[in-house]
């Protein structure tokens, strides 16, 4: 249906155009029609339509003003002028302001028809660009809670995270480089600092998890966690490192409030627990804090800095560089790591260049540290005596630069060391996939088989297939059938069907198309080619 506005001081006029509208449109349309310029603008205002046909010269406001007015709250109107004047200013002014058609009276039919057609296609694109529009709206209500809770899931599960983190970053639009992390647990009462019934609320929570993104949200500019247990993990981002005791009061306050808006529209009781501000590769410590914080705090919201402190280090200490130099070796990253141990280094000369039994004493527990945990992902090997000479090496360096180097020469062995303990693991994964492949190309195999062969995961085999292949599974396994329907098509004593059979098709009309479409033709033209 098609809501159109005629807007005419003359009545022949409007019952012409009225009729021919009608007549060629029918119930196609809903017509109404106005006489001056003030009924124009009320009827856009009351009927709101689609098209409107304009006259520019009407009692009171003319056509011109009229539209101007309407254009203050309305741009996606369709206008179409009409007007007894061929005047560049009046053409000027409808160009200003989006009009489709300026006509000259006196108008025949056909041209008015093919106006109004012109005018619902566009009425009609624009209705399905706002139906499209909603539609991924939709779909993004429903993708964008599964991505925020597979981000923060890997933050906190995953080591090698950074690797793609930039590309949920993308997805989510995060832009600060720092972020705190709140945890908010739920049951059904609270008995001496504790939620009872953890697991009939976490089997509710399911139910009332929509609910509880829509109030979080309200409260914080945050990404919201998947229900783990009876707790939900919420995630703050953060513009700089640093809060001051009025914005962490602010928070707290906030988070009071949610508590309480949550437990008005949610039949559960709630508390929260709030880590420190960390940098976003750093910010599942912040999450270690808040959980620490719900633990050992006894109030319905508690601050991590709120908490007395059983470790305390003495003055500022670079915990997220200590820490991201251990995240950056167990994951290869050289430069990462390097990057790390460097302003680590800084750091300590920086404010204890006069302390070097310090300095080498930390040296020395960074590149153990990061060994050890290199043993037990087998990055590395290990032996009792393995490390005699580091206290002399370190002792023996001249400066703190010959020490610096020290520190990033072990750390590149230990990087390496990990980079080929993965490359040998994709390896040998891949050569036993392909192994199997090779032997048992005649049967019919799938990828669910061959993963179940090599003990991984079909989703993991498949990206670890493709990225050291460079083809996937189905590619590799038809080449190497190909590879062998060739070989067979020279013994003239198979049939093509026979060939089919021992090259893992059962279809001899798929394998003729798989054929043809791997080496241009048929595998009967291919027989007959080699004569």
């Known amino acids: 249906m098609y809501r159109i506005l005629l807007a005419d001081d003359e009545g022949i006029m409007l019952e012409s155009l009225k009729n021919i509208i009608n007549s060629n449109f029918g119930s196609e349309c809903e017509i109404v029609c106005a006489k001056s310029g003030r009924a124009v603008v009320e009827q856009a205002e009351a009927f709101r339509p689609d098209i409107a046909f304009v006259d520019i010269q009407m009692p009171g406001l003319s056509g011109i003003q009229a539209m101007k007015e309407i254009r203050k709250h309305n741009n996606s109107m369709i206008f179409i002028v009409i007007s007894a004047y061929d005047k560049f200013h009046y053409a000027q002014e409808a160009i200003n302001l989006g009009v489709m058609e300026y006509l000259t009276k006196p108008v025949n039919k056909k041209k008015i028809l093919e106006v109004c057609m012109k005018a619902m296609s566009q009425v009609d694109e624009t209705r399905q660009k706002r139906s499209d529009d909603l539609k991924i709206r939709e779909k993004l209500e429903t993708i964008i809670p599964i991505i925020e809770s ?118 559960s009781k709630f508390r929260g627990g709030i880590g420190r501000v960390q940098p976003l590769d750093n910010v599942k410590e912040s999450y270690t804090e808040a959980l620490r914080a719900l633990r050992e705090g006894d109030s319905h919201v508690v601050h991590i800095n709120d908490i007395p402190r059983t470790q305390e280090y003495d003055g500022e200490y670079p915990l997220d560089l200590e820490n991201r130099y ?47 945990r290199a043993f037990f992902k087998g990055g590395v090997k290990y032996g009792f005596r393995y490390r005699d000479n580091y206290l002399k090496e370190i002792h023996d360096c001249r400066d703190y630069e010959e020490m610096r180097k020290w520190i990033l020469d072990k750390t590149e062995v230990v990087c390496h060391g990990m980079a080929t303990f993965k490359e040998k693991e994709s390896e ?27 003990d991984i995961s079909p989703y993991y085999f498949s990206k670890l297939f493709k990225q050291e292949q460079g083809e996937n599974f189905i590619e590799y396994l038809t080449r190497t059938r190909m590879q062998k329907a060739r070989q067979l098509l020279k013994d003239q004593k198979y049939s093509i ?35």
């Open 150 to 267: 597979g981000y923060i899931y890997n933050l906190l599960l995953q080591d090698d995270f950074h690797t793609y983190q930039d590309n949920y970053r993308e997805l989510l639009n995060i832009e600060k480089e720092y972020a705190f992390m709140a945890v908010l647990e739920f049951g059904d009462n609270v008995e001496n600092g504790i939620l009872t019934n953890a697991v009939g609320a976490s089997v509710r929570a399911s139910r009332f998890y929509p609910e509880f993104r829509e109030i979080t949200k309200g409260f914080f500019d945050c990404l919201v966690g998947p229900v783990m247990g009876n707790r939900i993990v919420v995630l703050v981002p953060h513009e700089t490192k640093m809060v001051e005791y009025e914005e962490r009061v602010e928070i707290l306050t906030r988070m009071r409030n949610l508590i309480h808006k949550l437990e008005s529209r949610i039949d």
């Open 326 to 372: 251990y995240q950056r070796t167990m994951e290869a990253d050289l430069a990462g790591a390097s990057d790390a141990v460097n302003r680590f280094f800084d750091w300590m000369l920086e404010n204890y260049s006069d302390c070097r039994d310090s300095i080498e004493i930390k040296v020395l527990e960074l590149v153990m540290q990061a060994e050890y």
């Open 428 to 454: 040998s994964v891949v050569a036993r996939a392909k192994a199997y492949i090779d032997q048992n190309y005649q049967k019919d195999i799938s990828l669910d088989e061959v993963s179940r062969m090599v």
């Open 497 to 531: 069907k026979e060939i089919c059979a021992m090259c893992g098709y059962s279809d001899p009309n798929y394998f003729s198309r798989i054929f043809k479409k791997y080496e241009g033709v048929t595998p009967s033209e291919y027989r007959e080619r080699l004569g």
